[in-house]
């Protein structure tokens, strides 16, 4: 009995057919435009681009130039890489140009898929990146893409770790930009750390396309990307109290796997309490009482580090430290380190080197950070399970493009064991028989412990095999290239965004590289290639008659896609192949979602030792136990994206003011409506408006005014006087600020007032920033107990988090306020503070020095100056020829008194 929504898809097609459907029209449009473009020359299809640039710079919209444009880089591609864009690619690349995310099978071409919307874009002149999960992608991607982009007379650059800013600069300069997300994010929030827009790298947020959208948009999202700096060493405490987490017993914590938390029973409070005691580490009292707080954080974190976090699943120990894993790519991920003592927490549990903990300085989401661009796509094998969360989070459509020839892998119902011996047993049993008919084998496990564990029982039965997982990632490529080669045994620990596709046979290029690269061109090398490509047909044809690659996954994921990406690493292209899942019931999964009945029920059918139960209904209750997963996975990201909004802003008010602050708008008019807002709010905190001279708290607001304007005034003396009113005293007030600060700018000049007063605004604002972040943090902490109470814990955060955003403001308006008025310039005796353009002066801010760290009361702003050049041997005052480097801030050479920028300066 067919429901009305499927009669309806087979006489309409379904939505995502009809999304794809109305690409067709430009794709036969750009087809008719082949014969044309090919009967071109190399110099005539690059000088397109410049037609294209002129046209969109007369007022073509990218719409409008997207047939000719795609059809001019399907020919690039076919000069530059000897590849053609399939019609299928050209439909991928519109709904990647759509603002779209396009579901592109494994080996269907989305790195070729990119060059079509990443050209057009670029034509605009306006920053393009494309986004890639790892370096080694990101700079294979750039040479092998770049070959078309540089044929059309594009600039390619590449974002890797280890760039100095010079080099990030010129590389965001180019028409088309490869990077990482992590590389992205950091450079952003270091950008807006800068003091000076010249400094900063990137151009400007246009168009994004991330390769792998899923693992960076989806699993990333949760993990914020931070920029901290180290606080005080406290990693006696944190080895103390692991000596003594391990002497719990069970009764004395409640573990959730599903939430993956652990809290501490009231047996176990008692319990730890008395451990505390006994160590010293805690006098007579509660745990609880205020004086203990950082010890309840401190136990917190060393109960999670050793029930929660397992060695060689959520990280692994190389070279004394610990690195974290992650979860859904099984990378390393070096340099990330979890946030709040967590890390330290586990270090003290490993043994290792415990670095100081950090305070954090800047940080974004990858969600935030991506909705910064203009125009925003994606590309993978498998985002139609997370298309809610794409529409609800970026706004981000999902069409699924169809494959350039139609699948045939067979994806075989799981086989459910009852333990993970049983399972491992089979497993080997099914890589044996496979290898033996010539098939290539790719084994998928969900942990580095699990991999090796597979890998010990291959080996002590002398099949041959590689492992690829987090401790062996440097070969990831090689290992993954020759994976199709038959009877190859691969065991790979999640497979997501590996982006190396698994050819059957091996792969040509990647042998020739290796086997190759030193060897000369010529004959001799020729003929190399031409058995190795020999080899490689020989090799797939035995693979295809063996039955293509077969996947044998040992453990559901708690994400479907996941799994679903390890299938689709077979049947590539049309090819055969098989996949099938081998479960028990000691499997995580299994486990946490009531495999206790399922065993009872097992046993009474007296399943045998060995045997397996097989039937589609238990694929059925899987799926659903991975959709309640993933379900709440989505509800934990959202939540944290809806209390990062908060910061977030914030965040961009924040940083656009530092970048009008830098480009130097309207400063001294910003300074000078600062202070009248001090003035105003301190007399009217001291003086309520229409009160009696007697009802005023003179004495007070004489010693605030001090404080914030610098000027001993004589409130108590004006009270007295006859039919004075708040509105007089304030006037007096401003009148004396504004003639103190015009002193100033009198006395030092405009020009070094305005430095003084860009390093003062940015320098305050970064030091209160940065205590803002750490206040929100605590807040978010706090308002989740909130929830007892009835109140919604977001509300409260939105509520409190503006409340002291403005009481920030109204702190940055002091502190600049009172600093600028008591700032003073000591100039040794010269007439130029600034000695050129490139030499900024040494400068120290009261209160704060260039690191943004406190300073003693009355240090006082100063700037060096340099001694006046010596003038060079022939110098001649009247010949601009002889006078050698001058400064654009030096007095001209020529006498005139003038600065050099100002006079002959001007002419060069």
Known sequence: MFGLGSIAAKVFGSSNDRKVKKYQTRVDAINALEPELAALGDDEIRARTETFRQQFADGTSLDDLLVPAFATVREASKRALGLRHFDVQLVGGMVLNDNSIAEMR????????????????????????VVTVNDYLAQRDA???GKVYEFLGLRVGVIVHGLEDDERRDQYACDVTYATNNELGFDYL????KYAVEDMVQRGHYYSIVDEVDSILIDEARTPLIISGALEDRSDLYTDID???PQLVEEDYELDEKTKSVTL??????????LLQASGLMSEGSLYDVENVALVHHVNQSLRAHKVFVKDRDYIVKDDEVIIIDEFTGRMMPGRRYSE?????IEAKEHVRIQPENQTLASITFQNYFRLYEKLAGMTGTAVTEADEFLDIYKLDVVEVPTNVAVQRVDEDDEVYRSVREKFDAIVVAVKDARERGQPILVGTTSIDKSEYLAQHLKELGIPHNVLNARYHEQEAQIISQAGVPGAVTIATNMAGRGTDIQLGGNADMRIENELGDMAEGKKRETAIEKINAEIAGHKQKALEAGGLFVIATERHESRRIDNQLRGRSGRQGDPGRSRFYLSLED???????SERMDSMLQKLGLEEGEAIVHPWINKALEKAQQKVEARNFDARKNILKFDDVMNDQRKVIFEQRIDIMNGNEISGTVDDMRHEVVETTVQEFIPPSAYPEQWRSTELREKLREVVAIDFPVEDWADEEGIADEEIRERVMEAADNLYGEKREKYGAEIMEYIEKEVLLRSLDQLWREHIITLEHLRQAVQLRGYGQRDPLNEYKTEGFTLFEQMIVRLRAIVTGQLLRVEVSQDGADEMFPDDEELPDMFIEDFDEHGNELPPGTVLSAAVSPSPDQPDGFNAEDPATWGPVG??????????KKFKHCHGAFV
């Open 106 to 129: 494994t080996g269907e071409g989305k790195t070729l898929v990119a060059t079509l919307p990443v050209y057009l874009n670029a034509i605009s002149g306006k920053s393009v990146h």
């Open 243 to 245: 000596k003594i987490i």
């Open 190 to 193: 270091r950008d807006n750390m």
């Open 265 to 274: 029973t009231e047996t176990g409070n008692e319990h730890i309490e008395e």
């Open 888 to 897: 654009r801030n030096q007095a001209c050479p020529c006498g005139s008194g």
């Open 143 to 145: 040479a092998w893409m």
């Open 588 to 594: 995580d999964l299994m486990r946490i979602f009531g």
């Open 341 to 345: 003592g967590q890390h330290q927490a």
